[in-house]
């Protein structure tokens, strides 16, 4: 077995970036720092990819599975004898496929960023925060520890929320960027409490022991500790689920993530559609072992919570006008579809689980590409909105490529991407649930139809529109980044991702059924023709649709007014009857308290002043009255 | 002389002391202070003659603490005079009120 | 000793010396008595008028205490009184036999420059420095003030 420990590397270069960076770049020029920061991811990524190619080819299957390894691995604090937290790493299938994923897309991010935020007066500081991230997110993966997996889930978010309120001085993106990290915050208390929940029960917070020990048929026959009707143990499985919906915008904890677009659109592609809203599906499929033992609901809230938002999202993408906030909402969905996916999974061959990352893998490349194509399309026309756009194709022409590509993979058209990932996952949902495979290949068709609705508002639409001060389709810089995602997006549905990837770590046989696709590439083209009908041209179809539509439009517009019901609940109820009270007493109770002790002792100061009055005779008179008094005590009470 | 008993001598040099020392407490001129303090001495004074005179009659040791009682206090007299005409000169008045610089 | 006019407090002064000397004679030690007259008398209570006129107050009235010291200094006065009584009255003080003191002068000086056990001639000197540092200290005041009025 060759040694990995230049993993170590990769994290590492990530941060030394941030430090260089953040200490240093306001005296570097803009070049030396975007050159600085592209170098280091790059590095990281060409090491990841020789990790990649180490782990699966060069050493591959060893005793029939891929090896779960820790190749650095200390011990940080000692609770009791077996329970412990360490720091390390540790490497295994999903792992070193999230290293390759992580630093790929965000190379192409920082290759992207160095023409779109060309001329920015905090340019240095905005690649720090990128460097800071992508080091978060790879400590996030490479973690073998509940409680390191924490860690860098917490500096994940501290991370994007510097990079959502990146604009600090736009009120609109401070208020997103706080609901991001507030947002994320509360959903991690459970997800803290599930984690000590874990620990006491395994009496550890190791992966490897916590799966070993879960799963052994030794402590399922004799768990018996039960709370309010519910195995302790499923408690502590939704509890860190609901901290992995809170990461991955599932509903009702989506509310961040449009808001979230507020941000730089290369840090949307980044964040929001590759790496930190896959990082709770990622913490399902770590401790999917666990999941799939325990015996009752765990997996079925997962499943059913995915398939809920897949759809909800979708509708509410149908009609949004700002075209990153439809992109928002699609990546809501699809991860809706990745957690579905874990939920309806069986544990021997897993074919949801390995669908389920395939997924992750491939939605990684063409969302990035369709967040990074909008960024070209912004860069051009200076606004976000539908309206100021149409009939673009002939300006931006390897933007309209790319973005076709990527919405032909993201509806699910063979032989791009999208097509066999989702084609797993609608297997593996109809072996097992039914009723959840009709509602997704219904999503499937809403998503294939609002895809198309946004590629044929941006590109064609209107004949044409006048942009002012157009300086060409952007620098090279922005471009190749486009054309690699848009190769990659095209041909990377042909690995045989179940060779590799499988909740036993064994290599499996990729299912591959032609009669079964037809079903799902026949609701998508439905979808692309719909929306071709309403949207290639101008006409009035779609207004006229939308009002027939009525009140199910308006709704769906207003995002459902679940914002208008949280602000409910957090201004009329916390607000009055915690947070008011609560103020009440520190000002008046506590703050009263110290007061009046610092009053009373000034007080009693002040009576006491007058003892010394300066006169002779006063001081004359205390002492003798003294004398006598004390001489009066001693011989009176002495005898 | 026999009849009269060292306590009723006591009795005086124990009136004639905390006469002084209400004149010490009571009197607002610095000089009348002084005043009173002679009276305090003069009555330890009697005091230590009685004693010797009475309990110890072979020894002269009260005596001679009383001259040198007299002694000193003529030494301190003359100093606390000199002061006070000092602070006489500072603040043109020798009321003890007046001097309240040690105050807070 | 409780005139407001401050030259009568010191004639006032004057006799209670003049009796304690008279007490002195009656408890016949003549020579303390004497010394009585020449240092208290004829010194102290000279230089006390002096200041008197120097400070001239001889003929103001003076300014009364308040109230409220008087009243504490009386109650101070009075207790300390009691006590001091009450326990004279209760101590039985030994009659001693022999009455009669050998107190002549000669035997007086004998005694003070003696150097041996019972005699006092270490306090003697360290008076007579103590008198040396009072003129000392005197004059100094005396010269600092004028040094300052010039």
Not at chain 1, 75 to 84: V, Y
Not at chain 1, 218 to 225: C, H, I, L, S, V
Request: proline letters at 3%; glycine letters at 8%; charged letters at 10%.
């Amino acid at each position: 077995m060759n040694s990995y420990n230049y993993i170590a590397l990769i994290p590492i270069l990530p941060f030394a970036g941030f430090l260089l960076l953040g200490l240093f770049g306001k005296r570097l020029p803009e070049k030396i720092s975007g050159l600085i920061g592209v170098l280091f991811i790059g590095i990281a990524a060409v090491l990841s990819l020789t990790t990649a190619y180490q782990y699966f080819i060069t050493d591959g299957v060893i005793n029939g599975t891929y090896p779960t390894l820790e190749p650095i691995k200390f011990t940080w604090l000692q609770f009791t004898s077996t329970l412990s937290i360490d720091m390390g790493i540790m490497l295994d299938p999903i792992s070193v496929m999230m290293l390759v994923v992580v630093t790929f897309i965000s190379l192409m991010v920082h290759l992207f960023s160095l023409g779109y935020m060309h001329g920015e007066k905090r340019f240095a500081t905005y690649y720090s925060h990128l460097q800071l991230f992508t080091f978060s997110m790879l400590g996030l993966v490479l973690s073998g520890n509940l409680f390191q997996i924490y860690m860098f889930w917490e500096l994940v978010g501290v991370s994007s929320f510097l990079l959502i309120g990146y604009y600090y001085d736009k009120p609109s993106a401070v208020a997103a960027s706080k609901k991001a990290f507030i947002v994320t915050r509360f959903a991690d208390l459970f997800f803290l409490i599930g984690i000590l929940i874990m620990g006491v029960t395994a009496d550890s917070f190791d992966f490897n022991t916590i799966i070993t020990t879960l799963t052994s048929s030794a402590f399922q026959e004799n768990y018996t500790a039960t709370f309010l009707g519910f195995s302790v143990l499923t408690w502590a499985l939704t509890l860190i689920f609901i901290g992995g919906a809170g990461k991955s915008a599932m509903f009702p904890l989506h509310i961040w993530l449009p808001d979230a677009m507020e941000g730089p659109t290369p840090v949307s592609a980044l964040i929001h559609a590759a790496t930190m809203v896959v990082a709770g599906v990622f913490l399902v499929a770590r401790l999917f072992p666990v999941f799939s033992v325990t015996d009752s609901g765990a997996l079925e809230i997962v499943a059913y919570v995915g398939i809920f938002s897949a759809l909800f999202a979708a509708v509410i993408a149908c009609t949004q006008t700002d075209i990153k906030r439809v992109l928002a909402y699609s990546t809501m969905s699809q991860i809706g579809y990745m957690m579905f996916a874990l939920g309806v999974s069986d544990y021997e061959h897993g074919a949801g689980y390995t669908s389920s990352m395939f997924h992750l893998f491939t939605h990684a490349f063409f969302k990035s590409l369709l967040f990074l194509g909008a960024g070209s399309v912004i860069h051009a026309v200076h606004s976000n909105e539908m309206k100021d756009m149409g009939g673009l194709k002939k300006y931006l022409p390897i933007t309209h490529i790319t973005f076709l590509i990527a919405c032909l993979a993201i509806a699910g058209i063979p032989p791009f991407a999208g097509f066999f990932s989702k084609e797993g996952i609608l297997h593996a949902a109809y072996a097992t649930h039914p009723a959840i495979y009709y509602v997704a290949l219904i999503t499937s068709g809403i998503t294939a139809f609002y895809m198309f609705r946004l590629y044929y508002s941006i590109f064609w639409n209107k004949s044409e529109t006048h942009l002012h001060d157009f300086h060409g389709e952007g620098p090279l810089t922005m471009k190749i980044p486009l054309l690699i995602l848009g190769a990659l997006s095209a041909v990377a549905g042909f690995i045989p991702f179940a060779q590799y990837i499988s909740p036993t770590n064994t290599p499996q046989e990729s299912h591959f059924e032609i009669l079964f696709s037809i079903a799902p590439v026949l609701i998508g083209v439905t979808g692309i023709i719909i929306a071709t009908i309403f949207y290639k041209t101008a006409n009035g179809k779609a207004a006229a649709f939308a009002k027939s539509a009525g009140g199910l439009y308006r709704s769906a517009y207003h995002k459902f007014y679940i914002d208008e019901v949280y602000t409910f609940v957090t201004k009329k109820i916390i607000f009055n009857l915690i947070g008011r009270p609560a103020a009440w007493i520190d000002r008046n109770i506590v703050d009263g308290l110290m007061n009046a002790i610092g009053n009373t002792t000034i007080t009693f100061s002040a009576s006491m002043k007058d003892l010394q009055s300066g006169k002779v005779q006063e001081y004359a008179l205390y002492f003798i009255a003294g004398v006598i008094g004390l001489s009066m005590l001693g011989i009176y009470l002495w005898m | 002389m026999n009849h009269i008993t060292i306590t009723q001598i006591l009795f005086l040099s124990t009136a004639l002391f905390f006469i002084g020392v209400y004149g010490l407490l009571t009197r607002r001129n610095m000089i009348t202070m002084l005043m009173a303090i002679e009276l305090i001495l003069n009555s330890v004074n009697i005091n230590f003659v009685a004693f010797n005179k009475y309990l110890y009659p072979e020894n002269l040791d009260g005596l001679f603490f009383t001259i040198f009682i007299i002694a000193i206090a003529a030494a301190e007299a003359a100093v606390a005079i000199a002061i006070i005409i000092n602070i006489y000169r500072n603040h043109r008045s020798i009321d003890v009120e007046d001097n309240e610089e040690m105050k807070y | 000793m409780s005139t407001t006019k401050i030259f009568r407090a010191a004639i006032f002064l004057l006799f209670t010396l003049i009796g304690v000397a008279g007490l002195y004679f009656w408890m016949q030690v003549e020579f303390v008595a004497a010394v009585q007259i020449i240092v208290y008398v004829g010194g102290i209570v000279v230089l006390i008028i002096f200041s008197i006129f120097l400070t001239q107050q001889s003929g103001t009235e003076m300014a009364k205490p308040t109230m409220q010291r008087r009243i504490f200094s009386l109650i101070a006065v009075l207790c300390g009184a009691g006590l001091t009584g009450l326990l004279i009255c209760q101590h039985t003080f030994p009659n001693n036999a022999a009455d009669t003191m050998d107190d002549s002068v000669q035997n007086i000086g004998t005694q003070m420059l003696d150097y041996q056990d019972a005699g006092f001639a270490l306090p003697f000197e360290v008076i007579s420095i103590l008198l040396l540092a009072a003129m000392i200290g005197a004059i100094v005041i005396a010269l600092k003030s004028n040094a300052e009025e010039s």
